[in-house]
């Protein structure tokens, strides 16, 4: 995509609401040009498109700044404080397994999502460092980062004990969280939404802590919340970094490194989870 595009994300349920904004300031409904598009709008000479998904595109700086006019119309009702909490490295060998959790007023979630905050798979890694240089100076947030040596010894203690990475996942996802909210004033409800990967065991890491006016949710495809979008970007940042620390105090672009070919070459074990290795 050219430098003119750029892209937003908002709450699925707000779709129809927005549109309906955009259509009252002016904005022409066009034919959708593809399956994937739930909406296409035209104002002046820029176009938005908008994806079930919540996504939002817009094609030049004219239509950037129409959508965020009226971003805050949008959000005007969505006042309340909401904290989210994801991972990265779960899947992944090499690297940390980092966990964040970020606190979102609602009266800075119009200008979050106007820094393209998204569910962080969805960006370029250029992007993510950008946004994340801006939100760790505007949010409260908390993180853990869990190094593969760490982790690798840890993991062999759990399995030993009939634990596994979900174990690992659901107490420190807890543990984050938790941290935010003991220097969070909890003067008014607060919603906690994690993305969800284990209902059973957050719950019972859920039983360790008690909080008043604070509501547990545990969402499917949860980066959809800013709050959990937020804390992925946060998440994913800190963990390339560290992949980049670690390729240059080695001399080796560890993203490509070749363990099988090149297994005498480094200690595997303080930049893998071994046990991830085939």
């Known amino acids: 995509m050219s430098s003119g595009f750029f892209s937003i994300q908002i709450e699925k349920t707000q779709i129809t609401q927005f549109v309906e904004l955009l259509l009252s300031d002016g904005a022409l409904n066009l034919p959708r040009t593809n399956s ?3 909406y296409r709008l035209q104002k002046d000479t820029g176009y938005i498109i908008i994806y079930n998904t919540g996504k939002i595109v817009s ?9 965020f006019k009226h971003l805050d119309n949008l ?17 992944e060998s090499l690297g940390p397994l980092v966990v ?26 250029q992007r993510i460092g950008l946004i994340y240089n801006k939100l760790i100076h505007l949010i409260d947030y908390e993180t853990i980062e869990i190094t593969p040596q760490i ?45 969800q990967f284990d209902k059973d065991k957050i719950n019972k890491e859920l ?4 909080y008043n006016n604070v509501i547990f949710e545990q969402t499917i495809h949860g980066e959809n919340e800013l ?3 937020s804390a992925s970007i946060i998440a994913r940042n800190i963990r390339e970094i560290w992949i980049d620390n670690k390729s240059q105090e080695l001399g080796i672009d560890l993203r490509s490194f070749n363990i099988q070919k090149n297994l005498e070459q480094i200690d595997i074990e303080k930049y893998f989870k071994v046990d991830y290795i085939k």
């Open 100 to 125: 964040a959790a970020a606190s979102v007023p609602g009266s800075l979630r119009s200008k979050i999502i106007s820094f393209g905050v998204m569910d962080s798979k969805s960006l370029s890694l």
């Open 59 to 67: 094609t030049n700086i004219s239509a950037r700044l129409f959508i």
């Open 75 to 91: 959000l005007s009702s969505t006042r309340q404080l909401i904290i989210g909490s994801d991972e990265s490295g779960k899947g």
């Open 36 to 38: 994937y598009e739930f």
């Open 207 to 210: 039983e360790k802590i008690d």
């Open 227 to 229: 709050a959990v979008a």
């Open 151 to 195: 982790f690798n010894n840890k993991f062999k203690h759990y399995k030993q004990s009939g634990k596994g990475l979900n174990h690992i996942l659901a107490e420190s996802h807890i543990e984050v969280i938790t941290k935010l909210l003991d220097k969070t004033k909890l003067e008014q409800t607060i919603k906690v939404v994690i993305d």
